[in-house]
Nanobody, 127 residues
């Protein structure tokens, strides 16, 4: 299973960006997906996450400005970022907890639950 993120770029303060992350591979089920970010010299932090059942969490710094959305049919999670600030500048990573199919044959279905990270996408907000 792989995650491919896209949609990063450069924008002026007050602008908007929409990030996308597509999960591909032998996926049986996706339990949770989320976005994290890491700015230079700082630790990786939660931006937003969503679990099965619609439980959503947002980082305190993005509440009211960012929204996480999923399209389950496309195995895609989006991060809509509005009212961007220079302090939102960071590399954004998507993450997922996935049931990955290991084998599916006459002996039955076997899967394992894995925590997957995608490669980051850079978001730069200028003042």
């Amino acid at each position: 299973v792989q995650l491919q993120a896209s949609g990063g770029g450069s924008v002026q303060a007050g602008g908007s960006l929409r990030l996308s992350c597509v999960a591909s591979g032998r996926i049986l089920n996706i339990h949770a997906t989320g976005w994290y970010r890491q700015a230079p010299g700082k630790e990786r932090e939660l931006v937003a996450s969503i679990r099965n059942g619609g439980i959503i969490k947002y980082g305190d710094l993005v509440k009211g400005r960012f929204s996480i959305l999923t399209d389950n049919a496309k195995n895609t999670v989006y991060l809509q970022m509005n009212s961007l600030k220079p302090e939102d500048t960071a590399v954004y990573f998507c993450n997922a907890d996935v049931d990955q199919i290991d084998s599916d044959d006459d002996t039955g279905l076997r899967f394992s639950t894995v925590d997957i990270w995608g490669k980051g996408t850079q978001v730069t907000v200028s003042s």
